[in-house]
Each structure stands twice: as structure tokens, then as C-alpha cells.
């Protein structure tokens, strides 16, 4: 019942679970029957970790029931769940790791809810639609990963799985067929191609990402903007086939130096105009360098009076290598890419603009399988195809970017020339075809309160302890755990809730999941305003 001093011990132990190990087996052989409690309204059901069990078993169950339902009455299902299951979010069993599967109903409502909203049914245009998704609709398509990112036990994983298919798949399967019917009834029965970069002020840094999808692109601009960096946001359609042989040069500051002439769609690679050599990345480099641009290294800063060009991360490579699972590397990826481009701006540059070349579909279990013989094609990708001259295909096509005498077969709706592909590009598909360009200015300077530093960290156990200075900072302002540094989901403290700073400008926190011991997380000092005023990187229970 919890009642006088024992509730004071309940306390104790919900404040850092993870201390005290051997209580939940304690609780779990005092839990009375519940048939019998006489007073039920002092049973505490979040105190017996049988009854997170069992919830989470049920909660299981559900999820699994929901593929080959409808999805409007996935949809809703999925949010009935939500309603009897979200309450566990906040129990002590879910900071010990023991509810992964109601930590991943959280996105599969907001999933749920934004599906209602079809693209298909989205304006007249292939432009109108690429809008709503550019407003609204890429929230499906991030709060799908973050689903996946939130389950590891491999029973666990195939019910967000069925949850995913349920509900995810059709929207993706609807929008994709009416982008590409809209995309067929434009005169040039392609979107407006992308355009080059253009000229490019000396003392801007150009920061390539490989994929960076609408969704990851929103949450990178999210997570600067609260550590106080101004970003600017435009979109554009990508060179068609979206694939990157074909669209990272079109982004380039070179793309005016090459062709497609005399390549016939070969790996959809273009050729450098002058002397006929397809483009490779040495090429590409050298192109760079005779246009005044420094092609600086992965820790390299350069000169910031110039211009440069510099390429940051692998997304697009392990969503081939890995499939799904690229949903759990997705906040290291973009940790990292916030980390090189804080850099460029500490070291002087004026601007930083990050740029990408395509987007993709990533769907647990496979996209559905299309045919495309492979006799009929000179270069076959698992979302699109150059035909040999003269032959005719009965699937979409559209001229290359780079030739339009060179005719792309794409595959129907999502589905892939290659049988079991969860991560596939190259086709037509707001995912693919869309594509956000970013430009990041330095912070601007602030005085006062907003001058605080992280001075000290020292960890005893999965316990900080934080010493901050600045004019002006008090009890309104507050430390936090997190693994991205902007989002205050990613909090690694209990309830998720920042911890005031005393009057010495101290405090502690306490990581109270053991399985987070020696992962990379970041101290952020937060202003009465909730932003992120100062930073220090950190690994949970010292420094490695």
C-alpha cells in the first residue's frame, strides 16, 4: 500500500531502480492476489513487475493481431493501445528497459494518426503533394524508425514488424501510386529536375550527407536550432533515376562541367564533358579543386575564407548493408553530422550548407517484389533500370537526368526489382524524390546568463555530478543526460525530467538503466528557456 515510511522507500528505490537489484525480485514473490486485496484502491498496480509483464505480453499479442487488418481499423487499434498502455511509460519497470514494447506504441500512435492523412488524396499536383509532405507527412515516415529504434528482443521486433506492415505499408503503397500517376501526367512526365548549387559565397562550407532523408533532415534542423543555430530550410525534387552516380554530382558545384552523352545510362553515371571519362570520385575531387573549392577530410576545417566541400556520414551505406535495423544508427548519424558542422562554425566559417542527393523506403519484411528481366536492360538498380535502346517496357519510365535519350524503367508503386529489399532507392516516391538543402549560420553572440559553461563532471557509479558557472545562472536553470543533445526524449534520467542547478551551481543525475554503462552521451545545460545554452560530451559512468 505503500503507506508512511514505506512510501518514502518506494521513493527511494523508483528514483534509481537500477541501485537497488534485487528489490524487483523482492516485489515480485510479495505481490498478493489481486483477486483478493480488499482495498482495491490502494493497490498500486505499476509496483508489481508481473503486471508490466503480463500488459507487455498482451501488449505483444495485439500488435501481431493487427497485420492483415485494414488499416483504418489498424490505425485505430493502434490507438486503443495507446490509450490502455502509454500510463507504463512512466513506471519504474519502463527506466529499467522491461517495456520496450510500450516505449514503441508511443511513435506507432503518432504513426497511426499522421496515416489518416493520406498523401494520395493531397492536392492536384506532384508539386501540392510534395508540400504536404514536406508539412505533415514525413512524421510517418520518422515516427516508423523511431518505432523500430525502440525494440531490440527479437519477439519484440516482429510485433512492431506487424504493427509496421499494418499500417505504414499501405500509406507508403498509396501515396507512391499517386505521386507516380501525378508524375505521368506532367508534360515532361518527370518532376522539375534539381538544381546545381549555383555560385557559392567564399566562407561557405558545403557538407555532403549521403541520403539524408526529408525526416532525418527535419530532425538535424531541429537539433541545431536548439543549441541556437540559425537554419534556413528549402526543398527540391532530386534528378531522376534518385540514385547516387546520378544526383550527387546534379547537387554539385560542378554538375555544369558534365554529360550523360556517350554513356548510354551506364551505372547511371555521368561523363566529364571535356574529355569524354566518366566521372569517378577522384575525378569529382579534382573538378572540386580546379573550381576553388578545398575538398577538406573528415576532421579537417580548412580555410574559412575559401570555399570547401566536405562529406559527412553513411546513411545510404548501411541501409544497404543493414536493412531495418539502420533505424537504430539513425540519432548517431545525425549526432555526428551536428558535431562536424558545430565544427565548421567554430572554426570561422560564414555558412554551412547541407546537402544531399536522394532520399528512400526502408519497410521491415521486404518491399514487394517487381519484374524487370535483366536482358531488357543495360544497368538495373533495385528501383529502377536503363533500357537498351529500342525496347519497350510496359512499367513508368522517364528520361535520365543526365540524357534524356536514355529511358529509366521504375518499379510500381514500392516495389523493388530485387526480392527482399527493406532499403531500396531509385524510384518514384516522395521518400526517394524529395530532398531538403539546409544552411546553418554560426550562433548568434548572447551575453549574461546565456555565457554559462559545463566547468566539472565526475561520475561515481551511474551517478554525475555537475558543476556549471555563468553570470546570472540560478535555480531556473537546469541539467540534462541525453543522447541527442535537442531532443528531450532521448533523457537517460529518471521521468526524463532535467535536474534544477543549486545555488553553487551544482547538481547531480543518476542513470538509472545499467545496460546505458559506457554508451557516449551528452551534458546539456539548459537556459530558463528551455534551449541549450552549453554542452560537454560524457560516457555514462566515466570517461572510457
Not at 526529408?214 to 540559425?230: H, I, N, S, T
Not at 523493388?416 to 538543402?437: K, M, P
Request: negative net charge.
Amino acid at each position: 500500500r505503500r503507506e508512511g515510511a514505506w512510501e518514502r522507500v518506494w521513493q527511494r528505490f523508483a528514483e534509481a531502480p537500477a541501485a537497488y537489484p534485487q528489490i524487483p525480485e523482492l516485489l515480485r514473490r510479495a505481490k498478493p492476489d489481486e483477486s483478493e486485496v480488499k482495498e482495491p484502491l490502494f493497490f498500486h498496480k505499476e509496483s508489481w513487475p508481473q503486471i508490466n509483464e503480463r500488459a507487455e505480453e498482451e501488449l505483444r499479442e495485439e500488435l501481431l493481431k493487427l497485420e492483415g487488418l485494414p488499416p483504418e481499423e489498424a490505425a485505430a487499434k493502434l490507438g486503443e493501445l495507446e490509450k490502455k498502455h502509454g500510463e507504463r511509460r512512466a513506471w519504474v519497470w519502463a527506466r529499467l528497459g522491461q517495456a520496450p514494447l510500450a516505449q514503441a506504441l508511443e511513435p506507432l500512435a503518432l504513426l497511426a494518426q499522421t496515416v489518416r492523412q493520406p498523401l494520395s488524396v493531397v492536392g492536384e499536383t506532384a508539386e501540392a503533394m510534395a508540400k504536404a509532405y514536406i508539412a505533415e507527412g514525413w512524421r510517418a515516415d520518422a515516427a516508423a524508425l523511431e518505432a523500430l529504434a525502440r525494440v531490440r528482443k527479437p519477439q519484440d521486433v516482429k510485433a512492431v514488424k506487424a504493427a509496421l506492415r499494418a499500417v505504414y505499408r499501405p500509406w507508403l503503397e498509396e501515396a507512391a501510386e499517386r505521386f507516380q500517376e501525378r508524375v505521368q501526367e506532367l508534360p515532361s512526365r518527370r518532376p522539375r529536375e534539381g538544381a546545381s548549387v549555383g555560385d557559392v559565397e567564399p566562407g561557405t562550407c558545403i557538407v555532403f550527407a549521403d541520403g539524408l532523408r526529408v525526416d532525418l533532415g527535419k530532425r538535424l534542423r531541429q537539433q541545431l536550432e536548439a543549441e541556437g543555430f540559425p537554419v534556413e530550410e528549402d526543398w527540391r525534387w532530386v534528378p531522376l533515376p534518385p540514385v547516387t552516380p546520378t544526383a550527387k554530382p546534379a547537387a554539385s558545384p560542378v554538375a555544369d562541367l558534365l554529360t550523360g552523352e556517350g554513356s548510354e545510362g551506364e551505372e547511371f553515371r555521368p561523363r566529364i564533358r571535356e574529355t569524354g571519362k566518366p566521372l569517378t570520385s577522384e575525378k569529382f575531387r579534382k573538378l572540386l579543386t580546379e573550381r576553388g573549392f578545398q575538398v577538406l577530410g573528415p576532421e579537417e576545417t580548412g580555410d574559412p575564407e575559401v570555399r570547401a566541400w566536405t562529406e559527412y556520414g553513411s546513411i545510404d551505406r548501411r541501409g544497404h548493408d543493414e536493412g531495418w535495423k539502420l533505424a537504430r544508427r539513425i540519432d548517431e548519424e545525425l549526432n555526428g553530422l551536428a558535431e562536424r558542422i558545430r565544427a565548421l562554425l567554430e572554426a570561422g566559417w560564414r555558412e554551412v550548407r547541407v546537402l544531399t542527393d536522394h532520399g528512400w523506403l526502408l519497410l521491415p519484411g521486404g518491399l514487394p517484389k517487381a519484374e524487370m528481366p535483366r536482358y531488357l536492360v543495360e544497368t538495373r538498380w533495385t528501383r529502377c533500370a536503363a533500357l537498351k535502346p529500342g525496347v519497350q517496357a510496359e512499367l513508368l519510365t522517364v528520361p535520365w537526368h543526365w540524357d534524356p535519350g536514355v529511358t529509366v524503367a521504375v518499379a510500381p508503386g514500392i516495389g523493388s526489382f530485387r526480392a527482399n529489399a527493406e532499403y531500396s532507392h531509385g524510384g518514384l516516391s516522395l521518400q526517394e524524390c524529395v530532398v531538403l538543402d539546409l544552411v546553418v549560420r554560426p550562433a548568434p553572440p548572447t551575453g549574461g546568463a546565456a555565457s554559462g559553461a559545463i566547468m566539472g563532471v565526475r561520475w561515481l557509479g551511474l551517478r554525475c555530478r555537475v558543476r556549471v558557472t555563468g553570470a546570472g545562472i540560478g535555480p531556473d536553470w537546469k541539467l540534462d543526460l541525453r543522447t541527442r543533445a535537442a531532443d528531450p526524449q532521448s533523457s537517460l534520467v529518471k521521468d526524463k525530467k532535467p535536474k534544477p542547478v543549486n545555488p553553487q551551481g551544482e547538481t547531480s543525475l543518476v542513470v538509472e538503466d545499467p545496460d546505458w554503462e559506457g554508451t557516449a552521451a551528452i551534458l546539456v545545460l539548459l537556459a530558463p528557456d528551455g534551449r541549450v545554452a552549453a554542452k560537454q560530451n560524457t560516457t555514462v559512468g566515466g570517461e572510457a
